[in-house]
């Protein structure tokens, strides 16, 4: 399923708010610039039916393009995150939840973000993914367990930020 097709909004955290205009603001200054240079310097060599460099070029310009409009629709249907005073303490978009391994007694540290921002080495998880899933609308204390192809995790909800 392609998420950025889909006309439903998309919740983004304010950081992921930021990181997508920055994207597109780079791509749109900085790295167009980049490939008409690139192109013009390749065209500069001659015939350009066998230039790779001109092929390379191209090629990127294309990639390039097509994330600008992907990133332009993203923005389009995207809404700002904005918790209110009564979800403080339940798992939500945007919360910062401690999660501890009921076998292994490990304690795990994940912000709910969207599918956009997700990001599991900066201990970003989508609202999507089983453990987001899962956690979604509990609180402090609650226990759940999380099926992955893996097998079954059993957590407690530590801390809700």
């Known amino acids: 399923m392609d998420h950025i097709e889909n006309t439903d909004e998309l919740l983004l955290t304010k950081d992921g708010l930021e990181k997508l205009e920055n994207e597109l ?3 749109k200054t900085v790295k167009r ?3 008409a240079d690139r192109i013009k310097e390749a065209i500069s060599y001659g015939d350009i039916t066998d230039n790779a ?4 070029a191209k090629n990127e310009q294309a990639f390039i393009e097509g994330r600008i409009i992907t990133l332009e629709k993203m923005l389009r249907r ?3 995150l904005e918790k209110s005073e009564d979800e403080d303490h339940h798992v939500s978009l ?4 401690k999660l501890k391994d009921m076998d292994l007694n490990d304690v795990y540290e ?7 921002e997700a990001d599991p080495n900066q201990k970003k998880i989508s609202n999507e993914s089983p453990v987001g899933k899962a956690i979604i609308g509990h609180t402090i204390g609650d226990e759940i367990e999380v099926k992955v ?3 079954t995790f059993k957590y407690r909800i530590e801390a809700v930020n």
């Open 33 to 35: 610039k980049e490939i």
């Open 149 to 151: 192809p893996a097998g």
């Open 78 to 80: 995207a809404r700002l």
């Open 53 to 56: 460099e001109y092929e390379d």
């Open 110 to 116: 994940y912000t709910i973000v969207s599918t956009a």
């Open 25 to 27: 603001s780079h791509l």
């Open 94 to 97: 945007g919360s910062t939840v």
